[in-house]
Every structure is written in C-alpha cells, then in structure tokens.
C-alpha cells in the first residue's frame, strides 16, 4: 500500500499556507501580461520592487527569483524582505518537480533516453515510437511501467484508459506490457486512428516473428488487442454510468443502423486471456475482425461526428462482476482528472488510479461553473436526472473549500499550465522569444486606445514576430493583407490601424521589466497547480484513501509531471 507524503495535519497546514499565499499575492497571479501597459502593472508592483527588478537582465531573473536549486545567490542591490520572502515561499510550498533518481535534467537538453536521436527514445521499441511524438515517448513509457508495477502490486491485469485519444498509451500496455486494456475517448475519429494503428502495429509485428521466428520488439507476451470505446466521461454522471459505457466496444453503440444482434453483444470488461504461445498473426486476426466491424460501422461514425455520437448510448450490463481494473488517465483535461478519483472513490471495481492532470483552467468552479473551452456535447438522453451532481472540479475537498481565501481564478490557473522549465531555458539564453509579450502587449494598448471597450481580443498569432522588430510587427500588422484580414478586422479594427512612435520606443525600453513581472507571474504558477494537487489528495484523504504523487516525467521534457497515485486497500475495497 502506498504512503501518503505528508500526514493528514500537515496536508491540511500546507493548504493554510497556500491559500493564504495566493491570496496575499491574488493581484498578480490573477494579471494577464498583455495588459502589462494598459493596466500599467509595474506600477502595482511596490517601489522597493521595482527597484530591485527592474533593471536585471534575464539571466539573472531566472538566478535570483524562480530557480528554487540556486545556493549561492549573487545580488547586484539589496533586495526587500518582502520579495525575498514571496520567493522563499513559493519555492519551499509547491510540491517537487524533479523526477525520481534525484538528478536534475537541465530544461531544453533532450532526456537521457533522446541523447542519440532526439526524436526516438532508446529506451521505448520501435513499433510504439510510430506516430508519437517524443514527449509522448516518454510519457507512455513511465506511465506504463508504473501502471504495470501496480497492477502487479494488485493482483490486477485489467486497465482503462480515459481520454486514451490515438491509443498510444494503450498499445504499450496491452501489446508492449501483456495487460487488458480497454480505452474510452469522445471523439470517434481518434478511435478510428488508434484502431487503424493497432492495425498496423500487429503488421510490424507479424513481419518480424516471420523474419526472426520471435518477437525481440516487446518486453513480454503482447496481450490482447485493446477495446477501443467511443465515450464522453460526464462528469456529473455516477461511476455505474461510466461502467455501462466501459461494457459495449465502439461497435457496439446503440446508434442510427445498429443491428438488433450488436445491442445484445454487450462484452464484459474482463477479456478472455490469450495463450501465451498465441502468435501475432492470431492477434492480427483478432483485430481484423475488429476491422471488418469497423467498416460496417463506417457511416455511423462520419467526419464531423453527429451529435449522437458525442457519448455513448448506455447498454444494461449482464448482471455479472465487470471485475477489478486500474484506471489511469494521461493529462487528463480539465473536471475529467477531478471525474476520475470521484469514480475511484466510489466504484468498487476501480482497485488503483493513476491522474495525470493538465489544463486547470478548464476545472469547473463554483464561481465559474462553465469555463471556456470545455467541451459540452449537446446529447444527454444516456443520463437520468439521478445521475446529475453539483459537484465541481475544484475545491473537490471539504477542508480547502472551508478555507478563507481559497478561490482560483481562470486566470491564476491558465498560469499553473506554464511550463517553468522551458521559461527558464529563455532567460539564461536572453532568447528572442521574450520579446513576444512585450509585443503583444503594445498592441494591446494600441487597440485600447482606439476602442476601450475591447479587451484582450484573441489577435491571430504572428509566426516567428519575435524575430522582427517592433515597427517592422506593426507594418506586419497593418499593413499586410493577409494579416490584416485576418487579425484586426476580427475585432471591429481597421487594417491600418495607427500608433505613437515615440510611444512605442518608451514602451519598448521597458521589455525587462515586462520579463520581469511574467517571471512574478510565474513563480506562483507551481503554487497554484500544488494547491489544486493537494486538494485531490485531501480529498481521497478525507475518504479514507491514502495517495502519494509522484514527480514521473522529465519536467523539461512534460511540464505537466506529476502523477497522482491511490491503491485501495482491502480495509477500502468494497
């Protein structure tokens, strides 16, 4: 069983800690950089702060404030106590981002498993490399070495993969680590690529047993081939409504066409295990079965995706044991990460989850209950008014939720999603990227003072605009069509579009002082995202669930590192 990493009071104090910090500090976690001069931001910084930052170069930004493993800090003035404070805070709060071994991998120089081929891990075989991008190399290959080492610590070979997407993840574990793997994803196309990879994995693997009369590519014997299921997770839907949708494959939707045989072909979610003598070319036939029903469901699952299709029709199960699973989910977006641990709590066949968590800002609050972004299918006749909770993605706990001060805003947890590591890679290299906000915010004074009733307008990105100065952006800006077309008229702004050159110039020497206040920005960016962590773990605390998190990725490589894990014990398992 695993063991919390701090006792419940001392969970419990460091949310105090947090809670109190943020609030201290709301006005700058809470700013949006591109307003830096229409807010005039610096000047809300106090002055004995401005002194100390105004004048660093970036290098020393990322030496003096937001590199938590600088010993032996060199000041070119006396800094207030306040801010060195606010740093030695922030830094001793937020949960540790260094991976397991204890060394720390400098940010923007490729993981050991990339040093001879940047773009293949060494340590990940080849059929699982095809398509998948080396950050997601790495991913798969941790993640699914701990969910392999957990399954065995639970006498479990079953997984569900939420959001599984192309199927990466699920392929390693199923055909690379010999699980039973079944993944769930919303977008029906997705399924389709990760049916069509299977597909072509098998292919691979079939044409190597034949030349080398066994298969060297994989650790074990593959097992069998993975369910792909097309589902929307509902978060305010019970775990029994998730189960129902684990127990049908993606060809067995109740949907337009489907046959009166395929309702009843409900499967369970335990497989059948194959032979360890079964041979890929049986494995290929399997899936080829899978295949041939794919494409007689073709119209069913057209490009566009019917709005019918955006969950799964619901199926009663046979009134038989689904069995015990590990359920994982991979940067799992938004309240689904939150859904997932409710579902862990409460479902009694979930024995273990592993939650990897990603886009905060997309976490449903009690003060923004529909944040942008967040997909919301229009289809809910598979949800009885029953299944419907008030329940949200953040605070999850009743201990946070209790606390003063304890709100997050979309802002301050869109911040939590940046990534440290690639920011700080910037500084020291005074790379010309730090330009962009500083442009950006230019603009957006431009456009304020032209019309004060737009704010922060979704402009169309300018590729490369930091390699160009200012007054070259601008005439990009205004003055090429295609640009123009597509950027300022979308806001009510005219093509041309004028501007203070002299303006500009005074706020164009002040791009240090823009780096410097992001680099404020961004050091209470770990504090937000260590405050929405600790939440989840009090929660399963507060449930009578210990959980431990785990710093599982290479931070430079995936920002977003850190694994959340819980093992039901047999004293919890119900």
């Known amino acids: 069983m695993l063991v919390a990493t701090f006792s419940e009071q001392e969970q419990k104090e460091l949310a105090e800690k947090l809670t109190s910090l943020l609030s201290t500090y709301r006005h700058i976690s809470d700013s949006y950089i591109i307003e830096f001069f229409s807010e005039s931001l610096w000047e809300t910084l106090p002055v004995s702060w401005q002194e100390a930052l105004g004048d660093l170069t970036p290098p020393m930004i990322a030496d003096l404030l937001l590199d938590d493993k600088i010993k032996d800090r060199r000041y070119s003035s006396v800094w207030p106590l306040s801010l060195l404070a606010l740093r030695t805070a922030a830094h001793a709060l937020t949960f540790p981002r260094t991976t397991p071994g204890g060394h720390q991998q400098n940010a923007g120089v490729a993981a050991e498993e990339f040093q001879s081929n940047h773009s293949q891990s060494s340590l990940l075989g080849h059929i699982f490399r095809k398509h998948v991008k080396p950050k997601k190399q790495h991913e798969i290959r941790r993640l699914g070495m701990l969910v392999k080492e957990l399954c065995d610590q639970a006498n479990c070979n079953c997984v569900v993969d939420v959001g599984s997407g192309q199927g990466h993840l699920t392929r390693f574990l199923s055909f690379g680590l010999g699980l039973h793997v079944t993944g769930i994803e919303a977008d029906p196309n997705l399924v389709s690529m990760a049916t069509k990879f299977d597909r072509q994995l098998l292919q691979t693997l079939t044409k190597e047993n034949q030349s080398s009369g066994k298969a060297h590519v994989l650790r074990s014997e593959p097992g069998p081939p ?19 949708q684990l127990g049908m494959t993606a060809t067995e939707s109740d949907s337009i066409g489907a046959t009166t045989e395929k309702k009843q072909r409900v499967e369970d979610l335990h497989l059948e295990p194959l032979s360890c003598q079964t041979k890929a070319e049986d494995l290929q036939n399997t899936l080829h079965s899978q295949k041939t029903a794919s494409q007689t469901n073709t119209s069913i699952f057209p490009s566009g995706t019917a709005t019918e299709m955006l969950t799964c ?262």
């Open 226 to 244: 993975p369910r792909h299921v097309v589902g929307w997770v509902n978060p305010k839907a019970s775990w029994d409504v998730f189960i129902q």
């Open 313 to 574: 029709k619901t199926i009663p199960i046979p009134k038989r044991d689904p069995g015990s699973f590990v359920l994982t989910g991979l940067h799992a977006c938004g309240d689904l990460s939150a859904t997932l641990l409710r579902h862990f709590t409460n479902c009694p066949h979930v024995n273990v989850i592993t939650s990897v968590a990603c886009c905060y800002m997309k976490i449903s609050t009690k003060e923004n209950p529909n944040p942008p972004g967040v997909f919301q299918p229009p289809f809910f006749s598979d949800i009885t008014t029953a299944d419907f909770c008030s329940e949200f993605g953040y605070p999850m706990s009743n201990w946070v939720r209790g606390l003063t001060g304890h709100q997050l805003s979309y802002k301050a947890r869109e911040g939590a999603c940046h990534a440290i590591e690639e920011y700080l890679q910037r500084l020291r290299e005074e790379s010309t990227l730090l330009r962009t906000h500083c442009y950006r915010a230019i603009l957006e004074n431009i456009i304020r003072a032209h019309r004060p009733d737009i704010r922060r307008p979704g402009v169309q990105t300018v590729k490369k605009a930091h390699m160009l100065s200012f007054s070259e952006l601008v005439t990009f800006f205004c003055h090429i069509r295609k640009y123009a077309r597509l950027a300022l008229p979308r806001v009510g702004l005219p093509a041309d579009l004028p501007f203070d050159p002299v303006c500009v110039d005074a706020m164009l020497a002040q791009q240090g002082k823009v780096v410097a206040y992001f680099s404020l920005v961004l050091l209470l960016a770990p504090v937000v995202e260590t405050l929405v962590l600790l939440d989840r773990i009090i929660f399963l605390q507060e449930r009578g669930f210990q959980s431990k998190l785990i710093p599982l990725f290479d931070a430079a490589f995936s920002p977003r590192n850190l694994v959340l894990v819980a093992v039901k014990s047999e004293e919890t398992r119900s």
